[in-house]
């Protein structure tokens, strides 16, 4: 059962930023320490859709202690990179 359901939004950069959320969440649950890498199998109970990238780029879900990644995050307008 999910734990809780992050609403689904439209940039880039917002799901980047639910993906880190949803990482965090993750390790706090499973006790994982920073350096593990979820799985989207792992991810999926954190969301009701699937994260997906408006323009088209693939996640990278990344460790825990890392920001989770766009694979257009070198896109000139900064859309794809998460925003602190
Ligand atoms: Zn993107």
Redesign the pocket.
């Known amino acids: 059962m999910p734990v809780r359901r992050i609403k689904p939004m439209t940039a880039?950069f917002q799901?980047l930023d639910q993906i880190a959320g949803a990482k965090d969440q993750w390790a706090v649950e499973h006790n994982k320490s920073t350096n593990d890498i979820p799985t989207w199998e792992d991810m999926k109970q954190y969301f009701r859709d699937t994260p997906t990238?408006?323009?088209g780029?693939t996640?990278s879900i990344n460790a825990v202690n890392e920001a989770p990644t766009?694979?257009?995050?070198n896109?000139t307008n900064g859309?794809?990179i998460l925003r602190h």
Request: charged content about 0%; hydrophobic content about 35%; glycine content about 8%.
């Open positions: 880039c799901w990238c408006p323009a780029g996640y766009c694979s257009l995050q896109a859309a794809h």
